[in-house]
């Protein structure tokens, strides 16, 4: 690939990602991102409006998007005309109240550094993130493969929210 190509993968990327994020409900939403070096993209925001609560999920194999676009001249030049469709799937459900409001009492009495040391360097692996906002405003606390020390209370809330990525990779799965 030239280098043109690359950095052409490079905007795309980015705006790919841009687009699953812009796609989520930004009402009141607590949300998790999984982002490995070399597998699938995850995105999963559980929101409430009004008395609805859901969850919300997307995912994007950038994987073989990537691989596709390297092995195929027809494909890089779908990119570069804005025509390459990125393999993204999306799902959505219901989600109990007590499950939001549970998660919403733990946030209202967090109390966490706010900068935290990392001491180690991260080339492969995954970055982990958990949003929590509204459409105005929103709190990001990201991190590279192990949650930091000085974080251990986001603990119960990622667990909290992993499971849900969890149902919704089983619902993808059940309706392929």
């Excluded at 989520?24 to 009004?50: D, T």
Aim: proline share 2%; net charge negative; aromatic share 16%.
């Amino acid at each position: 690939m030239t280098h043109e190509e690359i950095q052409n993968w490079i905007k795309f990327n980015a705006t790919t990602i841009s687009r699953i994020n812009d796609s989520i409900n930004s009402q009141n939403f607590i949300g998790l991102v999984i982002e490995p070096s070399f597998s699938i993209y995850e995105r999963l925001s559980v929101s409430k409006y009004k008395n609805q609560f859901e969850w919300n999920y997307s995912c994007w194999d950038f994987v073989s998007d990537f691989q596709r676009y390297s092995e195929s001249s027809e494909e890089r030049l779908k990119l570069k005309f804005g025509k390459f469709i990125p393999n993204i799937l999306h799902c959505k459900g219901e989600i109990d109240a007590s499950f939001y409001t549970n998660i919403e009492k733990k946030l209202e009495n967090l109390c966490l550094k706010t900068f935290v040391k990392f001491n180690e360097i991260g080339l492969d692996g995954t970055k982990y993130k958990i949003l929590i906002g509204d459409s105005y405003t929103q709190t990001t606390f990201s991190w590279w493969e192990n949650l930091p020390n000085e974080w251990s209370e986001l603990e119960i809330i990622f667990t909290a929210l992993y499971k849900n990525i969890e149902i919704a990779r089983n619902n993808l799965q059940k309706n392929s």
